[in-house]
C-alpha cells in the first residue's frame, strides 16, 4: 500500500509559478507509475502529467505542455510538479496518484491510490 501527501499548492498571479511536491510512503516507490491530476469545479478530473518509473518516460497533457514539468526522486520517494506560466484555466485541485507499472497512463480510473489533494488557484 503506498500513502500520499501533496504540498505547494496556494493562490498565485497569472503568469507566475508553483511547485507542487507529493511525499510517498510505503514499499517499493520505484514500482509505481506516477501521476498529477487535476479537477476542477464542475468538470471531470484530467491527467496533467504521469512519469514512468524511472523518469525517462513522461506524458503532458497538451494544455501544459512547455509549461509544467513532472520528475521523481526515487531515493527520497517524492514526485514534483513545476508549473510555470500559470494561468486562470489551471485553477483546481491537484491530485498525485500512483499505480503499478512501468510506463505511464493518463487515464484516472487506473490509478489505486490518490493523495488528498491540493488546491491551486490562479487570479488574472
Known amino acids: 500500500q503506498v500513502q500520499l501527501v501533496e504540498s505547494g499548492g496556494g493562490l498565485v498571479q497569472a503568469g507566475g509559478s508553483l511547485r507542487l511536491s507529493c511525499a510517498a510512503s510505503?514499499?517499493?516507490?520505484?514500482?509505481?507509475?506516477m501521476g498529477w491530476f487535476r479537477q476542477a469545479p464542475g468538470k471531470e478530473r484530467e491527467c496533467v502529467a504521469t512519469?514512468?518509473?524511472?523518469?525517462?518516460?513522461?506524458y503532458y497533457a497538451d494544455s501544459v505542455k512547455g509549461r509544467f514539468t513532472i520528475s521523481r526522486d526515487n531515493a527520497k520517494n517524492t514526485v514534483a510538479l513545476q508549473m510555470n506560466s500559470l494561468k486562470p484555466e489551471d485553477t483546481a485541485v491537484y491530485s498525485c496518484?500512483?499505480?503499478?507499472?512501468?510506463?505511464?497512463?493518463?487515464?484516472?480510473?487506473?490509478?489505486?491510490?490518490w493523495g488528498q489533494g491540493t488546491q491551486v488557484t490562479v487570479s488574472s
Open positions: 512519469i514512468n518509473w524511472s523518469g525517462s518516460m513522461t
Open positions: 496518484a500512483a499505480t503499478l507499472g512501468s510506463g505511464w497512463d493518463n487515464v484516472p480510473g487506473n490509478y489505486r491510490y
Open positions: 510505503g514499499r517499493s516507490f520505484s514500482d509505481y507509475i
